[in-house]
């Protein structure tokens, strides 16, 4: 595949004959992924905005002012210090960012970036390598493979540009 995403995304060969999922540990710490589980799960739960954001920081994510997480949102467990959400941002309800893909043959790590004021919706899906520009929306339910200009308004599966949502 080609694209603008995956021009960003840094590719990391597995060996052997299994997929790269099995060799997940040669590419992150198991304790470091346990102690991110953790913490994103404490999130996940927890109503304070406050404790999240700090939480967050403290796994390397770059958390700006006035960020506000939904409830079972859930940041990439694995590589949560590739994810910026600049100030204002929303990230609803069960919403996912993603900064890996784990394939056949190889992983893929990319940074995904939340412009300022933008706002993901319940239940959206953020692939790797994506960037939400500035008062961008993303719908409820939809997947977001390619990068979101700023002030556009994108739905579905997966996201395009559509008319006015609010």
Not at 106 to 127: D, N
Request: glycine share 10%; net charge negative; charged share 20%.
């Amino acid at each position: 595949m080609s694209g603008p995403r995956h021009d960003d995304l840094r590719r990391h060969p597995t060996p052997g004959p299994r997929n790269s999922l099995f060799s997940w540990t040669d590419a992150k710490h198991p304790l470091r992924v346990m102690v991110n589980y953790a913490v994103i799960l404490l999130c996940r739960i927890s109503p304070s905005l406050r404790l999240k954001n700090w939480l967050l920081r403290r796994l390397g994510m770059t958390v700006e002012t006035g960020v506000a997480w939904g409830l079972e949102a859930t940041p990439d467990v694995f590589w949560p210090e590739l994810i910026t959400v600049r100030e204002d941002a929303i990230v609803g309800y069960s919403a996912t960012l993603l900064c890996h893909e784990f394939l056949q043959t190889e992983y893929r790590t990319g940074e995904v970036v939340v412009g300022e004021r933008a706002m993901i919706g319940a239940g959206a899906v953020v692939l790797p390598g994506v960037e939400i520009g500035a008062d961008a929306q993303v719908a409820a339910n939809s997947l977001v493979t390619t990068d979101v200009p700023p002030e556009t308004t994108v739905a579905g599966v997966p996201a395009e540009p559509v008319g006015e949502m609010g």
